[in-house]
T-cell receptor, first 112, second 114 residues
Framework: RKEVEQDPGPFNVPEGATVAFNCTYS??????FFWYRQDCRKEPKLLMS???SGNEDGRFTAQLNRASQYISLLIRDSKLSDSATYLC?????????????FGKGTKLSVKP | EAGVAQSPRYKIIEKRQSVAFWCNPI?????LYWYQQILGQGPKLLIQ??????VDDSQLPKDRFSAERLKGVDSTLKIQPAKLEDSAVYLC???WGGGQETQYFGPGTRLLVL
């Protein structure tokens, strides 16, 4: 089983749509969880951290279910500028406290 | 505040040649990471430095890859000799510390091995 698994997509949605991405992770000792955004031919950038209580940042909502080892990202009212690859990221448990483990990413394309 | 700088941005070499990449982290960041991102994959950690010491190089193919951060600031990653499967983007990231701090990525070096 891969450490972090995501549906690669692509997700093709119209402007204004709501889209949800899911992610599962294998290491129950993982401590921190994130969503990164990566535009085409650019570096990854932190979109938001994910907390057990769920957290929201504008149109973006992230949820974490530790029991199921499942992370989600919901984007409401999609904009053209949301088109990017969304990477699910887990900070490894155990001794490598700082290490980030990335999923393959889910590609989102928002169309007019 | 200046971000993480990397050079070159692009490099094309033939297999069995050598190549080196350079990274200058954000000023004051103690921790520096090198990642390899193959097309269609997420970044994979190659090596982590804390100041000038190696914290984790468990995923670095040490028969051909080497990295150093001699003065605890900028860093170089070398591949010698390169293989076709080394074609990837090499991303450098830095963070204030080595624990839970946010990592900031540079623009990457895109390597093509022919």
């Amino acid at each position: 089983r891969k450490e972090v698994e995501q549906d690669p997509g692509p997700f093709n949605v119209p402007e204004g749509a709501t889209v949800a991405f899911n992610c599962t992770y294998s290491n129950s000792a993982s401590q921190s969880f994130f969503w990164y955004r990566q535009d085409c031919r650019k570096e990854p950038k932190l979109l938001m951290s994910v907390y057990s209580s769920g957290n929201e940042d504008g149109r973006f909502t992230a949820q974490l279910n530790r029991a199921s080892q499942y992370i989600s990202l919901l984007i409401r009212d999609s904009k053209l500028s949301d088109s990017a690859t969304y990477l699910c990221v887990v900070r490894g448990g155990g001794g490598s406290q700082g290490n980030l483990i990335f999923g393959k990413g889910t590609k989102l394309s928002v169309k007019p | 505040e200046a971000g993480v700088a990397q050079s070159p941005r692009y490099k094309i070499i033939e297999k069995r040649q050598s190549v080196a990449f350079w990274c200058n982290p954000i000023s004051g960041h103690a921790t520096l990471y090198w990642y390899q991102q193959i097309l269609g994959q997420g970044p994979k950690l190659l090596i982590q430095f804390q100041n000038n010491g190696v914290v984790d190089d468990s995923q670095l193919p040490k028969d051909r890859f080497s990295a150093e951060r001699l003065k605890g600031v900028d860093s170089t990653l070398k591949i010698q000799p390169a293989k076709l499967e080394d074609s990837a983007v090499y991303l450098c990231a830095s963070a204030w510390g080595g624990g839970q701090e946010t990592q900031y990525f540079g623009p990457g070096t895109r390597l093509l091995v022919l």
